[in-house]
């Protein structure tokens, strides 16, 4: 079933399956290297998810979608970078509304 899902793209999906699969089998090489692929993949669907909202200026939903790409796949900088950037821009945004008070 978790294969199926990686073939549609369900990234998400596939990793709750491998995980539990893994588990199961903690052993199984094939199996470990399919979870990373899926994390991997599902991790860059929330990031581009990120990109997007952050051009259409919803940070808090952009800082959401990065940090499930960070939890995903914490060793990528691209995502900490589109964290780091939602952050600032949160900040930002903060201290303007502030200001206005």
């Keep these: 079933m978790a294969d199926q899902f990686a073939k549609e793209g369900n990234w998400e999906g596939a990793v709750f399956l491998y995980q539990g699969a893994s588990q199961k089998d903690p052993k199984n090489i094939r199996l470990r290297e399919k979870l990373n692929e899926a994390k991997a993949q599902a991790a860059g669907q929330h990031y581009q998810k990120g990109r997007g909202l952050l051009k259409e200026k919803n ?5 959401e979608e990065f940090k499930r790409a960070m939890s ?23 201290l ?6």
């Design 96 to 101: 303007y509304v502030s200001g206005l008070k």
């Design 59 to 63: 940070i808090p939903q952009a800082l």
């Design 72 to 94: 995903l796949d914490p060793g990528k900088q691209e995502h900490q970078d589109g964290l780091n950037e939602a952050l600032s821009l949160k900040e930002a945004q903060d």
